[in-house]
């Protein structure tokens, strides 16, 4: 089955600076990679999301980057604001050879926290 | 709010005993995912509905089913609880398009399970 390791763990910035998150995944035929934000007491919310055909995607402080030949792909958010403290997940689906059987695998997810 | 309503939102109850989880999805969703999110395994896929029918399976346990009922909302019924089962319970929808497209899933505010 699919692995998906995510890093780091946590990850402390000051306000204003940028913040960088990394997964990587094994099955090659992936091709869906969404990124989730999740606040305390909430459920995971999708915040951007990538597909194989595509390379960089942004929206407005957030960006996703994926490089298919090295099976990783990363969320950058820049200017970060304390509201942007939060556990941050990537996941993977792999190309869906059955229709509608669609299993996202998680990373481990990473703590984000911003200092004002 | 991402329209996915979760019922009840704490269920604290003991070992043995046999609870249900509801979940409504977003109008117009088809498919209903569940998931289990305990510290040390992260967020893990337990099965998946579509229209009805099951999808696809993860690591849900014997003890626990699921299903979808013809208004599409969904229950996943966890028996024999153990201390271990003591976890936030997710479910998310998504509109699965037919034709190959992959639906953005979205999570309702989980219930926190607490089995003493």
């Known amino acids: 089955g699919e692995n998906v390791e995510q890093h780091p763990s946590t990850l402390s910035v000051q306000e204003g600076d940028s913040a960088v998150i990394k997964c990587t995944y094994s099955?090659?035929?992936?091709?869906?990679f969404p990124w989730y934000k999740q606040e305390l007491g909430k459920g995971p919310q999708l915040i951007i999301d990538i597909r194989s055909n595509v390379g960089e995607k942004k929206d407005q402080r957030i960006a996703v980057t994926l490089n298919k030949t090295a099976k990783h792909f990363s969320l950058h958010i820049t200017e970060t604001q304390p509201e942007d403290s939060a556990v941050y997940f990537c996941?993977?689906?792999?190309?869906?050879?059955?229709?509608?059987?669609?299993?996202?695998?998680f990373g481990t997810g990473t703590r984000l926290t911003i200092i004002p | 709010d991402s329209g996915v309503t979760q019922t009840p939102k704490h269920l604290i109850t003991a070992t043995g005993q046999r609870v249900t989880l509801r979940c409504s999805p977003r109008?117009?969703?088809?498919?209903v995912y569940w998931y289990q999110q305990s510290l040390d395994q992260g967020l893990q896929f337990l099965i998946q509905?579509?229209?009805?029918?099951?999808?696809a399976k993860g690591n849900i346990l014997e003890r626990f089913s699921a299903q979808q009922f013809p208004d599409l909302h969904s229950e996943l019924n966890l028996s024999s609880l153990e201390l271990g089962d003591s976890a936030l319970y997710f479910c998310a929808s998504s509109v699965d398009e037919a034709g190959g497209g992959v639906g953005e899933q979205f999570f309702g505010p989980g219930t926190r399970l607490t089995v003493l």
């Open positions: 996941a993977v689906l792999p190309w869906r050879s059955n229709f509608g059987n669609e299993k996202l695998t």
């Open positions: 509905y579509y229209n009805g029918e099951e999808r």
């Open positions: 109008s117009g969703d088809l498919s």
């Open positions: 099955d090659s035929a992936s091709n869906y």
